[in-house]
């Protein structure tokens, strides 16, 4: 079945230092959407990447999709304790895309 | 303010017991999903419905069941046929008249065994 993995599991970070996740995906997406799960909280979206090779900046986050969308990255620039938590992606599913599938997630700490 | 209501944030159920997970939302949205999220790991699919009278299983449906009378409301009964129910379950929504729409989630409810 669809698989979508993500690493590393789990990340720490001394605050200031960069922070990249990779999102690997066992089949071709139409899109993927990024969001941060705080702890103790709920997923909330970050972003939607939709065409190959897209970037996206949100501040100082960048999103990559990649030419063969089946992969994507999330890159934290000097970190901040603010970015504590959670980072999944999560792609269309096989049923043309009313469901989704989530990867397991990168769990991001900073140390202050 | 709109959003999605998940009720009750904490919940407690004993051996041999149903017990049902609300999730209300006010965004008008026509697509509803029940997730379920087990410590450090990611968000597994349980349900999802993309309009009223409607639903279809996801990857672990077995032991849940749901159903979908209204619009805003899509409810998780979580039943003794589900060993291991001890997770933390999120209610998410979706617009689906508009493409590649993101979901929002709810505050999610906690389940516990006795």
């Known amino acids: 079945g669809q698989q979508v993995m993500q690493i590393p599991q789990y990340q720490h970070v001394q605050e200031g230092e960069d922070f990249t996740t990779y999102c690997n995906s066992s089949?071709?997406?139409?899109?993927i959407q990024w969001y941060k799960q705080r702890p103790g909280g709920h997923p909330v979206f970050l972003i939607q990447?939709?065409?190959?090779?897209e970037v996206k900046k949100q501040k100082r986050l960048t999103f990559q999709f990649g030419e063969a969308k089946k992969n994507s990255s999330l890159h934290i620039t000097a970190t901040q304790t603010t970015d504590v938590g959670t980072y999944f992606c999560?792609?269309?599913?096989?049923?043309?895309?009313?469901?989704?599938?989530f990867g397991p997630g990168t769990r991001l700490s900073v140390l202050p | 303010d709109g959003g999605i209501t998940q009720s009750p944030k904490y919940l407690f159920r004993k051996e041999g017991q149903n017990v049902t997970l609300s999730c209300e939302q006010n965004?008008?949205?026509?697509?509803m999903y029940w997730y379920r999220q087990d410590p450090g790991q990611g968000l597994r699919l349980i349900y999802y419905?993309?309009?009223?009278?409607?639903?279809q299983k996801g990857d672990i449906a077995e032991g849940y069941s749901v159903s979908r009378e209204k619009k805003e409301s899509f409810p998780l009964t979580v039943t003794s046929a589900q060993k291991n129910p001890t997770a933390f379950y999120l209610c998410?929504?979706?617009?689906?008249?508009?493409?590649?729409?993101?979901?929002?989630f709810g505050d999610g409810t906690r389940l516990s065994i006795l």
């Open positions: 089949t071709t997406l139409s899109n």
């Open positions: 999560a792609g269309p599913g096989k049923n043309y895309g009313q469901n989704f599938v």
């Open positions: 990447l939709v065409k190959s090779g």
């Open positions: 965004l008008n949205h026509d697509a």
């Open positions: 419905s993309q309009i009223v009278n409607d639903f």
């Open positions: 998410a929504s979706r617009d689906r008249a508009v493409g590649n729409q993101p979901q929002h």
